[in-house]
Structures are given as structure tokens and as C-alpha cells.
């Protein structure tokens, strides 16, 4: 499972999930010729449930409602073709719709909101993304008050920049 906590449209998940389906075509083409071989034509593998990497082992949160959606979005988008690819290389896949599995992406200040309530993070595998970087000298007024939130009993985290609340987040989510 993945987090990002400053997922914007969602690059980052879209690209991990495309990477990964990736690997695991590699993979199953490797088992064998499964074009050849697939549960549908009489053969021994069944591609449909060998595809086991889903939209819903990833999450994002992301303080902006349009970015959100479009993220979640973007996330069925990349399924779809991943199927089609699948389907081409196999000749069969699991089907996209219905819209079953979906990312679960959050909208809210991630520097306010608790990730544990997002994804437990014993379950999550792995944080990623880009958070914003911004100096200290730039941040407007809503920014500041998530510096002071998050980096407050730091010394001098005022001269921080932004990024390191994401970072400071991160740390006893990681490490739970």
C-alpha cells in the first residue's frame, strides 16, 4: 500500500501504479507464454487473477477538492489502460468496469489531519510524493500556521523550509 500526503493530481500515485502493473506483466509473461496459455483458451493461468495490484492499495491526501477528484480520477484512468494492455498482451484481463476498486484519496490538510486515519500505518508499505517546497520567507499566512502546528517546539523552525513539516509528519508515521 502507498501514501502520499501531498498528492496533488496525483503524478505520483499514477506513475507508481503504472510502474508496478508494469512489473507484474513482466512477471506473469515470465511464468510462461500465458497468451498462449490463459485460463480462457484452456490453459493453466487465469491473467485475471494474476493481476493483483489494485488502485485501492493507494492513498493521497490532498487539500485541494478539484486535485482530488482528479487524482481519484486519474487512478481509474490508469487502470483502464492497464487492462487494455494487459488484455492485448494476454488476451485476457480482469474487467474494469463496474468501478470496484478506487484510490482512496482524502481531502484535507494533511499537516492537520492524522494519516492514521487515511491509512493505519501498519498498514501502509510505503510514503511517497512531492510536497510542496516553499522557503520560510514565502509562506503566506495559512502556511505559517501549519509550520507553527506541526514544527512549534522545533528551535528556530520558523527559518525551515515548508517541505519539513511533511518530513517532521512522517517520522512517527514510519516508525509506528
Not at 32 to 53: H, P
Request: aromatic share 10%; proline share 5%.
Amino acid at each position: 500500500t502507498f501514501l502520499d500526503p501531498a498528492c496533488g493530481c496525483g503524478n505520483f500515485l499514477v506513475v507508481a501504479y503504472r510502474e508496478l502493473r508494469q512489473l507484474e506483466m513482466d512477471t506473469i509473461e515470465a511464468m510462461g507464454d500465458i497468451g498462449l496459455t490463459n485460463a480462457s483458451q484452456g490453459g493453466l493461468f487465469d491473467v485475471s487473477t494474476l493481476c493483483r495490484v489494485k488502485v485501492s492499495q493507494f492513498y493521497g491526501i490532498e487539500i485541494d477538492e478539484s486535485a482530488a477528484h482528479i487524482a481519484k480520477v486519474a487512478m481509474w484512468i490508469t487502470d483502464h489502460q492497464m487492462n487494455l494492455e494487459a488484455a492485448e498482451r494476454f488476451g485476457t484481463t480482469r474487467p474494469t468496469v463496474p468501478l470496484i476498486d478506487s484510490a482512496t484519496i482524502v481531502c484535507g490538510n494533511s499537516l492537520w489531519l492524522n494519516w492514521n486515519d487515511v491509512i493505519p500505518a501498519e498498514q501502509c508499505s510505503y510514503v511517497l510524493g512531492n510536497p510542496p517546497f516553499i522557503g520560510a520567507k514565502f509562506l503566506n499566512d495559512e502556511q505559517r500556521d501549519d509550520v507553527a502546528h506541526v514544527l512549534g517546539k522545533i528551535p528556530s523552525s520558523g527559518l525551515l523550509d515548508y517541505v519539513t513539516c511533511w518530513y517532521v509528519q512522517a517520522l512517527p508515521y514510519i516508525h509506528a
